[in-house]
C-alpha cells in the first residue's frame, strides 16, 4: 500500500471512531483546563512559579498513555471487526499500560544516549575546527539522526497492541521494518505533517476570530 492509499484508508476508517475522537477531545479539554489557571498572565508572564503545573503535566502523561493503549486497542479491533464498543478501550488500556510505559520509557533512555553521543561528537569537531563549515556539518548530522530516529521510532508502540507483544521485541522489530521501508515511511510522515499544518491553521485561524469576540476567560476557555 502506498502513502496516499493508507492516508485515504486512515481518513475513510475515521468516520467510524468519532466516539474515539470524542475522548480524545474530552481528555485534552479537561487537561486543558486544569492547566489554564496557571497560563501566563500579561506579556512577559507574571504567573508565579508553581509545583501545580508540573504535577498536572504528570498526571497528563500518564493518563494519555492509557488513552492512547485504548486508542490503539479500540483501532485494531475497529480494522479487524468493523466495530467496537468504549468498554473495548477500558480494557485495551489497561492491557497495555505498563507495555506502553515501558517503552517511553525506553524511548526516553535511548534519546538521551543519541543526545549525549551527538553533543560529544559536537564538541569534538568544534574543538579541532570550529567554523562555519563545520557548524553546517554537524547541523546536517542532527537533522539525519533527527529523522531517522523518528522513522526508526514511529511503530513499536503500534507493534505492541497490533501484534501483543513486549516493549524491547516491538522496538527491534520496529526497526528492521523501519529501516526496509525507509523512504514510504518518511513520505508518510512528510505528507501527515503537511496535513496537520494545514489543518491545524485553519482551526486555530477560525478558534482565533470566535475567541476574539468573546471576553478573555471565554476566549481562553475556547482556544
Do not use: C, H
Not at 486508542?71 to 505498563?98: C, H, M, P, R
Amino acid at each position: 500500500m502506498g502513502v496516499i492509499q493508507a492516508i485515504a484508508k486512515g481518513f475513510s476508517e475515521s468516520k467510524n471512531l468519532l466516539k474515539l475522537v470524542l475522548i480524545f477531545f474530552g481528555f485534552n479539554f479537561v487537561m486543558g483546563l486544569l492547566m489554564l489557571p496557571f497560563a501566563p498572565v500579561g506579556p512577559a508572564g507574571t504567573t508565579a512559579p508553581s509545583v501545580a503545573p508540573l504535577f498536572i503535566s504528570l498526571v497528563s502523561v500518564f493518563l494519555f498513555i492509557f488513552v492512547q493503549a485504548g486508542a490503539l486497542g479500540v483501532i485494531k479491533k475497529q480494522l479487524k471487526t468493523n466495530s467496537w464498543e468504549v468498554s473495548d478501550f477500558v480494557e485495551t488500556g489497561k492491557k497495555f499500560y505498563l507495555r506502553i510505559l515501558a517503552l517511553f520509557l525506553i524511548v526516553i533512555v535511548l534519546a538521551l544516549i543519541i543526545i549525549l553521543l551527538v553533543s560529544l561528537l559536537a564538541a569534538l569537531a568544534f574543538a579541532v575546527a570550529n567554523t562555519g563549515f563545520t557548524r553546517a556539518l554537524v547541523a546536517a548530522l542532527v537533522t539525519i539522526i533527527s529523522v531517522v530516529a523518528a522513522v526508526v521510532l514511529l511503530f513499536p508502540i503500534y507493534a505492541i497492541v497490533a501484534d501483543d507483544i513486549g516493549p524491547i521485541v516491538a522496538v527491534k522489530k520496529s526497526f528492521k521494518y523501519a529501516i526496509s521501508r525507509f523512504w514510504p515511511i518518511l513520505g508518510l510522515l512528510a505528507v501527515l505533517f503537511i496535513l496537520t499544518f494545514v489543518i491545524a491553521f485553519i482551526i486555530g485561524l477560525i478558534t482565533a476570530l470566535i475567541a476574539g469576540i468573546f471576553p478573555i476567560l471565554i476566549g481562553k476557555i475556547l482556544t
